[in-house]
């Protein structure tokens, strides 16, 4: 079956208005329509009526998305370009096969054993950048991969993935709420402080903590390439994980794996695999931003995160603003003692990563960071705080190469600041 | 097909990576907010006035036709490339080049967009008033050549009312400056005038001279229901004759209402049949007495409900009433042409039960909103292409509303332009001489009928 047959309702929708220019990051990037939501959903309506093929040109315009909902956002007709786009991109992963990067994702992502082997920082990490070491350290690494730039770098690892460093399951007091902790990738591998906060909080809660061993990525790096054969694999296997506790809540902190059980895997799994949707439906339901059922559960971040004087400013990850959470992390980082709150300038902005956006498209992946960083910079504080590992590891290349030395921040390690 | 060597050319002018022939760029710039969709052979991206000089010159030698286009989100097909040829994106040009806080003038670019440019203009406390619903992304060389309006043209006025001069590449190429920095000038005939909403068929704008003013100190945001679009419509000559004219003056009728209730749950008074959303701004205490005053003389209208924002936030909460209506008609049919009729404001009762007739005639839903204060009426004809004749019945509906906005002494559009959409109904509103006149003009200027041809004028 055509990809596009699962979007062509959606299709419809688009009365190109225009309003996706204000909102969209690749077209504020190009300033060219192709790489507008417009412009992409144009030319998915004409790929589905056959009169452009899926070549070069068509491939091009269809990677010029972050996936980061903007455009479904503002849009007065309510048309799913990111789900339009995944379509499209599965399409020409059908027709064209994955590329090299892609398949190496899929092949990576399916296998926890690789990434375990740190195969995880070569693959993903590794092409996303990542200069966690300063530069005039003799410790920066550079990786020959074909798609890697010259410049890349390897992230730091942490030296025990998160998942390895705790049981599965840590009983908290009777009658507290008993939580899944999906805790992703980037928790797992590189800032496993944020998985260490979560576990503190929610303990510090009461709550029953479970985090299940045989979990795997949520699969967003193989969709965002339009592999949704690896992306189904991952979910199904995901369910197994999720299923197996009776849980009142399915939380995590990453905004980019709430965003894939919350939202993608209904929509674009579900869509696919009809046999599923009952489960993948009563996954998202449960499934909540750490933040969110923190303030939920009624923390006191008076009491978890009170510590020294720090100026900090937020930075909102698209599938956490696209799901509406945007106010509960700034409430929260407000009531800790000492935190002192200025807004930057456009913090709804996305920040450029957009999964694996910035393999393909480094340079306006830099540009649009760019503009990020002078805005964090501009308010002085001495740290951005964010709600998405993902966005956290973009943001710190920007201010690295802006020769900043902001640091960069998770809004549960602030909330925990009087845990450790 | 563009020959190869005219290719060229323009790659020599403006750099070949600002021009673009794939048939994938050549799509994205086929359409508009019409959905009409006619392919250019080129889309070229200019840098600067010379640019767009050298390229006009170069067309206009060859016999080529150039479209003008600036975000492409027109309502009239204005910008469209029918018939082929270079689409020429304005884009690029996009600095403001000063903001003169002494003589209360701005000057830009036209690729600028008009929400940034307002947001520019507002850090130093001054005021660009004109606002198309689709400021957030249209630009102001879009908004010059449309004359757009939008809902606070009540007080303020359209953007030709900001307009004081232009630098614009004529389609021979040649470079002039209209109006100037002053606000008086008598000096030879008005083109400035002239250009602003010729759709950019006489020139293409690359300077804009914009006049501003203090913005106002305080506004103040009302939603006002009524029992009867009647009373509503009578509120809208009511207040004015009152000596106040509001910032704006929404309108919607009880098929917006129900649209966007069914949807968003808007919880409305039971007895609400339309509603006025009327805002004021300028000096604190003026405006405090300005809703009293609105209140006390709408109130034996039918009126069931007054609210009235406190603050900023309640503000948005009453305009987003406004703002979800476009996202609501497409429940009662999957297409729709957007009609902008206006009247005199005295005539905005007549013209709705007009429009109300036409609807029953014709068996099409149709639904009204827009900016009843300056009698500019958005009509929205609801309908599903699919179903076969319902397009066709549309289309005589149409003429129709046209024909009653003329009778009442109104005209088929306020904000939108002819482009190609109303092309047809051209002869329905100018007489013969009109069309004639203006098409001297035209000749006058585009002697090869280079710049934006196939628009405006009645074709064959």
Known sequence: ?420 | MLESRIIDALKEIVGAENVATETQDLLCYSYDATQMEFLPDVVVYPGNTEEISRVLMLANGESIPVFPRGAGSGFSGGSLAKGGGISLVTTRLNRILRIDQENLLAEVEPGVVTEHFQLEVEKLGLFYPPDPASLKFSTLGGNVSENAGGPRAVKYGVTRDFVMGLEVVLPTGEIIRTGGETYKGVVGYDLTRLLVGSEGTLGVVTKIIFKLLPYPEAKKTMLTTFDSIDGAARAVSTIIGNKIIPTTLEFMDYATLQCVDRRFNLGLPVEARAVLLIEVDGDRELIEKQAAKIHEVIKPLGLVEFKVAKDAAESEALWKVRRLVSPSLRDVNPDKYNEDIVVPRSKVPDVIRRIEQIQKKYDIPIVNFGHAGDGNIHVNIMIDKAVPGMEEKAHEAIAEVFRAALDLGGTMSGEHGVGLSKQPFIPLELSPTQIATMQAIKKALDPNNILNPGKMFPVG
Request: glycine residues 10%; contains cysteine.
């Open chain 1, 1 to 420: 079956m055509d990809p596009l047959k699962h979007v062509e309702k959606e299709l419809k929708k688009c009365v190109k208005c225009g309003a996706c220019r204000a909102h969209c990051p690749a077209f504020a990037a190009w300033q060219r329509e192709p790489a507008a939501a417009r412009g992409k959903v144009a030319l998915a309506q004409h790929l589905m009526k056959q009169d452009i093929t899926l070549d070069d040109q068509t491939y091009l315009a269809m990677s010029k998305c972050l996936l980061c909902g903007s455009c479904v956002e503002k849009c007065p007709n309510e048309v799913p370009t990111d789900e339009i786009v995944i379509a499209a991109r599965e399409a020409l992963a059908q027709r064209r096969g994955l590329t090299t990067f892609h398949k190496a994702v899929g092949r990576v992502i399916r296998n926890r054993k690789l990434m375990n082997f740190g195969a995880f920082a070569a693959a993903i990490l590794g092409p996303l950048f990542f200069r966690k070491v300063p530069a005039t350290s003799g410790l920066r690494l550079r990786f020959p991969l074909p798609f890697v730039g010259g410049k890349r770098h390897i992230p730091q690892l942490a030296k025990k993935p998160f998942l390895n460093r705790h049981p599965e399951v840590i009983p908290g007091e009777p009658g507290k709420p008993r939580i899944v902790f999906f805790v992703g990738c980037m928790t797992n591998f590189v800032y496993t402080e944020v998985g260490e906060a979560a576990l503190a909080l929610f303990r510090h809660l009461g709550c029953t903590v479970i985090i299940p061993k045989d979990q795997q990525c949520c699969g967003l790096p193989g969709m965002s390439g339009g592999d949704l054969a690896t992306v189904r694999e991952l979910a199904e296997k995901n369910l197994a994980a999720l299923e197996k506790y009776e849980a009142d809540y399915i939380m995590t902190a990453c905004a980019t794996c709430g965003g894939a059980l919350h939202k993608f895997y209904p929509l674009v799994v579900g869509k696919r695999n009809p046999e599923l949707m009952a489960r993948l439906k009563a996954i998202a339901e449960k499934t909540v931003d750490a933040a969110q059922l923190l303030q939920q559960l009624g923390l006191h971040p008076a009491e978890t995160g009170a510590g020294e004087k720090l100026t900090i400013t937020y930075h909102d990850p698209c599938h956490l603003r696209t799901r509406g959470i945007t106010r509960q992390p700034r409430e929260l980082l407000q009531g800790a003692p000492g935190v002192e709150l200025t807004e930057m300038e456009g913090a709804d902005k996305c920040c450029g990563l957009g999964g694996t956006f910035n393999v393909y498209h480094y340079d306006t992946s830099l540009k649009i960071n760019a503009g990020k960083s002078e805005a964090i910079l501009k308010t002085g504080a001495e740290a951005v705080v964010t709600g998405c590992p993902g966005c956290m590891m973009q943001l710190s290349d920007g201010l690295k190469q802006a020769g900043a030395r902001t640091k960069v921040m998770h809004t549960l390690e602030i909330l925990a600041r009087k845990l450790h």
